[in-house]
């Protein structure tokens, strides 16, 4: 009885807990939709206006209807002309929302699933509202930024494909292209520009005469994706160069923390359009998924030559997760036979938009490439999407496989899935509403692509070899042309001012892992709370305090083992203690593996059997007598000699005096001999006492010789000898 009351109050805790949860539910939806109502303006398409937060003056006389056909939206004819051209029939629902708007004026964030349609949908308003601008004043009137190249590309051909019938002037601002004619191009003052964030922020910076003053419309299209690759700094900065009374449509497929932020800093008063959300895959997508165990991890090659050679031929996608499988596959798909390309970063701009339209035109049939193709790209006749692996996110995977079944058309996505990405696949089935299958491959197909695969090593060797010196050539020629320019055009070179950046390089890296821990968080601006061994709750700033306690630790501990802290015979010793550490190591590992011998398994590892230890400490012992030798010879010698080096110094110093005294006393002496002066007296008074008795007896004569013997003996040495005249 006493175990059941105790399970009951248990009850009755959980209960009263639940209770508290639900009410904090409730409670943080109430916030938000609050924070919602006052941020975002009324759903005009809402029956009455009466959308969420809607205020009297929003309401728009009991609503606007929602168009269903082309007719309804009241476009102009030459727009009218351009989509029938391209055949559409109908408007999508993001498209039915977003160009009444649009025309409106409104601002504008909408979310939508890949291939709904988006742009159309912000390119159809934005000429509509162009064909009535001033035309007698060329200005920037519209920017759209895109997060890839292809991207902005393929968004640029569809801007052609709509204003064929207008005078809308545009042009392409994207990386990998010259920047003198992207320059000159933008002088002119074309109505729309299409770029990506950093070169639109190169030429801002560096071109004379670009500007933004006079923009009406600005676009960001897949503003999550652009906000993951670590363009936050960027946007914000172009959309800082833009006049604060501008139109913004913002469209993203998912709706996370920082494009919240995003929206709040560039958006006013916008209206929220969603239609057809991100995991409402089409219909007509046939999804197949086939189990990769552990043990055959080795077979996914083998898995996907053999997929695209038997059953998917024509129209195939293979994405990788990075650029060096991707190439590797080309080249196995190549020499298995298939006429493939590549799309990937490791490719210029010129080879990406050639891939690209070879793929379009059906010059190649299967289309190898990274997530740089996963996101936006609409190509007419993708019938089959490939994932080698499972992709990191359901976002990833929702986008990659958006690239088929496109615009009411059918598509299969096959994907090999190994054991970690099993959770990635229940929330895909969690989502999806059909079309789910399991698909196998026979293992003698697999046994036989992989023998081959095997026999084709050589020649992948081979072409990654050749290719390596093709490209240390072409780098070769880069840099001689560029030696050359420097040359002839070193006047011209030096007097252009410097190109400037409105980030350091140490920001630019700071942005670059913020963005790629917000990617590994699962896109919600900030790592989540995770549960530790113990079951307690360690939230995120928890998580990074213990982490950067664990820096501060391991770089005490480095700095205590820093070598050049130590002496010489301290820093050998260490050195020779890793390195026995190291073959001990070795020698473990090679006794487990041929552990066959029970005894020797019992007698374990005997350290002093390493080679060459006992010759390494042997060798140092002797170094350090020798050392110890040396310094005690030195010291006996010193004192043999009654000397130590600071005395033979003050020795050298003393001598070095006594010479130089002595040279003085010489000058002296010289100098007292031209003016006819000794020590003792003048040379007249010596030449008196000698030869003054001579002239006494031999006259003048005698006196006039005397004298000149007296000065002739104080004449220099060299002088006396020649017998000449002082």
């Not at 569809?158 to 601002?173: A, F």
């Not at 906000?227 to 833009?242: P, Q, R, S, Y």
């Not at 083998?302 to 080249?331: D, E, P, W, Y």
């Not at 213990?546 to 770089?555: D, F, G, H, L, V």
């Amino acid at each position: 009885s006493g175990s059941g009351s105790g399970s009951d109050s248990d009850s009755e805790a959980d209960g009263e807990a639940d209770d508290k949860t639900r009410d904090l539910d409730a409670r943080g939806d109430a916030t938000a939709k609050r924070k919602a109502a006052q941020f975002f303006a009324a759903d005009p398409f809402r029956v009455g206006g009466a959308g969420v937060g809607a205020d009297a003056e929003e309401a728009d006389d009991g609503g606007m209807a929602v168009p269903t056909s082309w007719a309804e939206m009241h476009l102009s004819r030459p727009l009218m002309r351009a989509v029938a051209d391209l055949k559409y029939e109908k408007p999508t629902p993001i498209q039915c929302k977003t160009v009444p708007l649009g025309m409106a004026g409104r601002d504008v964030c909408g979310s939508a699933e890949t291939g709904s349609g988006k742009t159309a949908a912000f390119l159809l308003p934005v000429l509509e509202r162009l064909l009535y601008r001033d035309k007698r004043i060329a200005a920037i009137r519209c920017v759209v930024m895109s997060p890839t190249r292809e991207l902005a590309s393929q968004t640029w051909s569809m801007l052609k494909e709509l204003n064929k019938y207008t005078d809308v002037r545009s042009c392409l601002v994207v990386g990998g292209l010259s920047v003198k004619a992207q320059e000159a191009e933008l002088r002119t003052r074309p109505d729309v520009v299409i770029c990506t964030p950093g070169r639109m922020i190169d030429h801002l910076r560096n071109s004379m005469s670009v500007h933004l003053d006079d923009v009406d419309i600005l676009v960001m299209d897949e503003a999550d994706r652009l906000l993951e690759l670590g363009f936050t700094e960027e946007v914000e900065e172009v959309v800082k160069a833009c006049p604060k009374g501008r139109q913004t449509l913002m469209f993203s497929a998912t709706m996370t923390d920082d494009v919240d932020k995003l929206a709040k800093m560039s958006l006013k008063r916008p209206v929220r359009v969603s239609a057809d959300p991100l995991y409402d895959l089409s219909q007509r997508l046939v999804q197949e998924f086939i189990r990769v165990r552990d043990d055959r991890e080795d077979d996914r090659e083998a898995i996907m030559v053999s997929l695209v050679t038997r059953s998917f031929k024509k129209g195939t996608i293979v994405f990788f997760q990075r650029k060096k499988r991707a190439h590797r596959a080309a080249i196995l798909l190549g020499l298995a036979g298939v006429n493939v390309g590549e799309l990937h970063g490791n490719l210029t701009q010129r080879q990406r938009l050639e891939a690209l339209e070879a793929f379009r035109t059906g010059t190649i049939d299967v289309l190898v490439a990274t997530d740089l193709a996963g996101r936006g790209l609409d190509i007419d006749g993708v019938k089959f999407v490939i994932n080698f692996e499972m992709p990191s996110d359901i976002r990833a995977y929702v986008h990659r496989v958006g690239r088929t079944a496109r615009a009411g058309r059918g598509g299969t996505s096959v994907t090999l899935v190994g054991e970690k990405g099993r959770g990635i696949m229940r929330q895909i089935v969690k989502h999806a509403k059909g079309n789910l299958r399991s698909r196998q491959v026979a293992p003698k197909v697999v046994a036989k692509w992989r023998g081959k695969i095997e026999e084709m090593e050589s020649d992948v060797a081979d072409i990654m070899w050749q290719e390596q010196l093709e490209k240390e050539v072409r780098v070769a020629d880069m840099e001689a042309n560029k030696a050359k320019n420097m040359m002839e055009h070193q006047d011209e070179i030096s007097s252009r001012p410097a190109r400037t950046w409105f980030l350091t390089a140490q920001d630019k890296a700071e942005t670059k892992r913020a963005a790629l821990e917000e990617m590994m968080a699962g896109g919600d601006g900030k790592p989540k709370d995770e549960v530790g061994e113990d079951g307690k709750v360690v939230t995120a700033k928890e998580r990074k305090k213990q982490k950067m306690k664990e820096i501060r630790e391991a770089a005490k501990a480095q700095s205590e083992k820093k070598p050049h802290r130590l002496t010489r015979k301290k820093r050998r010793r260490l050195e020779m203690a890793a390195e026995d550490a190291k073959l001990m190591k070795a020698m473990k590992r090679a006794s487990k593996a041929a552990g066959d011998d029970a005894e020797e398994a019992e007698a374990g590892f005997d350290p002093t059997e390493v080679k060459g230890m006992r010759k390494r400490e042997e060798a140092a012992r002797k170094m350090t007598y020798k050392a110890k030798a040396s310094k005690s010879e030195a010291r006996k010698l010193a004192l043999e000699r009654h000397t130590t080096p600071s005395n033979a110094m003050a020795r050298k110093e003393k001598e070095k005096a006594k010479r130089k005294a002595k040279k003085i006393e010489l000058k002296e002496q010289r100098r007292a001999a031209r003016r006819g002066e000794t020590k003792k007296g003048t040379a007249f008074d010596v030449d008196m006492s000698e030869g003054g008795a001579k002239g006494g007896a031999g006259g003048p004569a005698g006196a006039g010789a005397g004298a000149g013997a007296g000065v002739d003996a104080l004449a220099p040495p060299r002088q006396r000898r020649a017998g000449g005249p002082v």
